[in-house]
């Protein structure tokens, strides 16, 4: 990883030691590289060079409001999942014509929102069922408007990921079937707030082989030859996101192979193409900063109990995610390698980082980067056992700005009151 590397012996992001940002910023905090966000934004945009590409970034991966600021500078429009994520979306800069709605519980209200974002409205809604289709065609003629429409179509294909992020298989709760996506087109042109503007695929995350994605733009391609032919003017197709990135020995696809096969399969329908990718943006252009609390030798074990947790970075704890774990201090060369348990200060077990796994020689109040942790890592934080949320840290060159701070604990109870019979009575 280039972003982040050692330079005299510590471990820095672009040319600033981390050392120096736990000094100022306290541990735990996300560090980001802006050099890798950037690096990762173009190497996918000049992938799609001349082929017309929206790049919605999906900012459920990390919706950090300087990082949605840097890539809508960098020309991204901006995938939403809620009417919060549309406010941050809106409130960074990101033009409402560049943004997308997908999710399966799209509320009136975060429809409404939409619909009226910007003098414009939004891109498109990526519409996921019946029910929504008609709630939506109410809420937009009820604003005298019609809501431009992609229809997520579920391929029932197999995305070789982990069974809790893959999303387009028959028995996952994504999208309209395949097999129904005429009939539900017919529908959609028949409603009154309803503009068909486009078809939706997104297969699931954490990709690392292009195959299910190759029979995924096949049955699209197919899909949008019949749509026409029934009269449907079909002028994007959104192949959603998901593309793998390396956090351990994985050898993820290169964005430029995955583009060929969007050349190939897609590029001749002549339309628009929309692309939501996360993780594959920001999921190494992250890590998480931690101090060791205590080395504790048990009976069986070794453990390094850091002050990061799994309210910080739930991906190990929820998905048996694989993270790689480095001291910031460059271990000695030839230092003794060990197995060691690497947890976190939660009440609970699963609040493990990484079980056996073999480390150099950490003292405790070392300090240590858990790496790839730019992408469903702050996105998915939580205040569990009232551990504040991790502050935020952007890195560009030389300089570093703490981009969201670490809250008080007055912050943290700020929206809470105490009902008037607790708060009458003598403590
Ligand atoms: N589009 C749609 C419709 C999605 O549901 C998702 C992710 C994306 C795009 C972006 O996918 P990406 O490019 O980031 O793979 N929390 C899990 C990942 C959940 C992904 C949910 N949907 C994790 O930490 O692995």
Known sequence: MPWFAYRNGVLC???????????????????????????????????????PVLIAYAMKANSNLAVLRHFGALGAGAD??????????????????????AGVGKTRDEMALALKAGNTGIAQFNVESEPELQALSEVAAGLGLRAPVAIRINPDIDAK??????????????????RRAQAVYAEAAALPGINITGVHVHIGSQLTDLTPYEETFQRVAELVTALRIAGHDIRRVDLGGGLGIRYNDETPPDPRAYAELVRKHIAPLGCEIALEPGRYLVGNAG?????????????????????????????????????????????????EIAPVDIVGPVC?????FAE??????????????????????????????????????????DRFAITRRRPSIEDMTALETLPAWLSEAKA
């Open 13 to 51: 992001a672009e040319a600033v030691p981390l050392d120096h940002i736990a000094a100022e910023v306290g541990t735990p905090a996300y560090v980001y590289s802006t050099a890798a966000l950037t690096d990762r934004y173009r190497s996918l945009a000049d992938a799609f060079a001349g082929m």
């Open 80 to 101: 939403v999942v809620s009417g919060g994520e549309l406010q941050l979306a809106l409130k960074a800069g990101i033009a409402p014509g560049k943004i997308i709605f």
């Open 161 to 178: 990921t982990h069974k809790k992020i893959t999303t387009g298989k028959a028995e996952n709760k994504f999208g309209i079937s395949y």
């Open 287 to 335: 890590l998480l900063l931690t101090r060791v609390t205590y080395v504790k030798s048990a009976d069986k074990k070794t453990f390094l109990i850091l002050d990061a947790g799994m309210n910080d970075l739930v991906r190990p704890a929820m998905y048996e995610a694989y993270h790689g774990v480095v001291p910031v201090k460059a271990p000695e060369s030839g230092a």
């Open 348 to 352: 609970e077990t699963g609040d493990t």
């Open 356 to 397: 056996d796994r073999p480390m150099p020689p950490v003292d405790q109040g070392d300090l240590l980067a858990i790496l790839s942790a730019g992408a469903y890592s702050s996105a998915m934080a939580s205040t569990y056992n009232a551990r504040p949320l991790a502050p935020e840290v952007m890195v560009h060159g």
